[in-house]
């Protein structure tokens, strides 16, 4: 048996966890620092540093501890190297890289949205190649996935990622941070017919996205209404969602009609990252999907966030393809699942 130890401090969440390769998580620790950031209205890089820094050891000696493991039972340690807040990923990549050079164990530097695309695999039973929705904090893409390290991206947005809708509208409706877990909530009570906003590029061809006109145009209309009632808020948070939901439907419509011409085994659609947590958003895809003959999978909605399970099972992905990294690897800010 395989057994992996996953760092993840790529944004505000610290987490440690131990997977195995035979998809048992058997020791998972997600710290949120969403009550740090909260008072700022988002995440602020150095305080997010200064707080992996604060948890990471306990949680990593809390998790050994918890599962009488040592370093000997641990074939390797998995950590984000990128992409995300620069000083987060440099906390967990130095504690990585200590433990791996104490215990000599093998290190490899996992992709965060490589952790993303693969958590499926941990969670499901889902075969190479499939396609990827791809819905994370800084990244909205569809992607064709090959194999581990084996990206093709059919289309990215052009300006904000979806999560940017839901994070800056919920601020504007003083709803605080983060937004998409309250606009969700909010829209149960609303009426998503009530506003129609525009929806970025879902009359073209392609697969590239674009919301800061949908952003925009909310704006418009909360300047508009000036003393919003709560009704006013509840339905402004249901027209939104309704909309992405339908933005992201068209831009994967479109991905299934690419994916005939290049790809036609692929027959599964994954949806990943924060906004795969939004239970709207995945009813819609999965309607619209099995339309189209695809079958959709999303991971369960504890995993949907950032994690560190997804983290070593990407890790136990790579290692199992004799994919680790020398120790001199250096932490990125940036990193296309295309550069892998
Ligand atoms: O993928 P993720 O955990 O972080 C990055 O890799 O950046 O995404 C975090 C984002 C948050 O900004 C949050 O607003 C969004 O995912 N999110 C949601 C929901 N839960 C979290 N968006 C829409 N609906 C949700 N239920
Ligand atoms: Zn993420």
Known sequence: MIRVLGIESSCDETSVAIVTD????????????????????????????????????????RIMAQTKLTYNDIDAIAVTAGPGLIGGVIVGVMYAKAIAAASYKPIIAVNHLEGHALTVRLTNEVDFPFLLMLVSGGHCQLLIVYNVGKYKILGSTMDDAAVECFDKVAKMLGLGYPGGQVIEQRAKKGNHNRFKFPKPLSDRPGCDFSFSGLKAAVKRQVDEIRELTEE???????????????????????A?????????????????????????????????????????VAPPINLCGDNAAMIAWAGIERYKLGLTDNINFVPRSRWSLDQL
Do not use: W
């Open 256 to 296: 299934f009609k690419i994916h005939a011409g290049e790809t036609p085994e692929v027959k599964t659609i994954v949806l990943a990252g924060g906004v795969a947590a939004n239970q709207y958003i995945r009813d819609k895809l999965t309607l619209s999907a099995k339309e189209h003959g695809f079958d959709f």
């Open 232 to 254: 006013d808020i509840n339905d402004i948070c249901a027209s939104l969602q309704h909309t992405i939901s339908e933005v992201l439907q068209s831009r994967m419509i479109n």
């Open 22 to 61: 035979n998809k048992n998580i058997i020791a998972h620790e997600i710290y949120s620092q969403i009550e740090v950031h909260r008072p700022f209205g988002g995440v602020v890089p150095e305080v997010a540093a200064r707080s992996h820094m604060d948890y990471l050891d306990n949680m990593i000696s």
